[in-house]
């Protein structure tokens, strides 16, 4: 399903296989501490670490997320002949855990599976009000104060799936459950031909 948050396309899947195997594979993964969280051990072991949807315990999940992204891939970028995930990742909120502001380098679309957790702790996309941004005047107060944001806010749903532009800042709330929140990161790009009318054209091959 497509949602738009200021005209910008948010798109939104819910995973018909088993979303308690799925939470249960997470929970048995080996994770590392983060300053505010918990993050996958695999991810940090740079340029030998796995990626995510390499596992095979994930192989019926990521098959289906593949799927997802062709249908994103037909409304947003139909000259490409496909989109590929270059990297995929886990994350874990303990209880009052959080996931501080950030956005994602180096890809086209982000994306998130929500594995577990509650609605009510949501994550948090922001743009910059144009009242306030880009402009002369320095802001009127604190800049942390919400109404220099469009706020986009999603629930936290076991077996959500999103696809999001990876430039928006966007943070995740506490965890208020007495258990821990699971997400799934990844990360996408074009892969084959690209071209724009049969002129500019670009061959990209994402292997990884």
């Not at 192989?59 to 992204?69: G, H, I, P, R, S």
């Amino acid at each position: 399903m497509k949602d738009t948050f200021l005209g910008i396309p948010f798109f939104r899947f819910y995973y018909p296989g088993d979303v308690e195997k799925v939470a249960y594979e997470l929970e048995n993964l080996k994770w590392k501490r983060n300053d505010f969280n918990w993050i996958w051990a695999g991810i940090n072991e740079r340029g030998t670490g796995e990626q995510l949807h390499d596992l095979p315990q994930f192989a019926d999940l990521f098959a289906w997320m593949n799927e997802c992204l062709e249908e994103v891939r037909k409304e947003i970028a139909p000259n490409a002949t496909s989109l590929k995930f270059v990297s995929s990742w886990a994350n874990k909120n303990d209880p009052t855990d959080y996931f501080f502001d950030h956005t994602h380098p180096n890809c086209f679309l982000s994306s998130n599976y929500y594995a577990s957790g509650l609605p009510q702790d949501k994550t948090v996309w922001l743009l910059p009000n144009p009242w306030y941004s880009n402009t002369n005047i320095s802001p009127f107060g604190d800049y942390t104060d919400p109404k220099y944001h469009l706020v986009h806010e999603e629930p936290t749903e076991a077996g959500k799936f999103i696809c999001f532009p990876p430039t928006i800042r966007h943070y995740a709330q506490p965890n208020t459950t007495n258990g821990p929140r699971m997400t799934i990161a990844a990360n996408a790009f074009p892969s084959g031909l690209i071209e724009s009318g049969g002129v500019s054209r670009m061959y990209v091959e994402v292997t990884k």
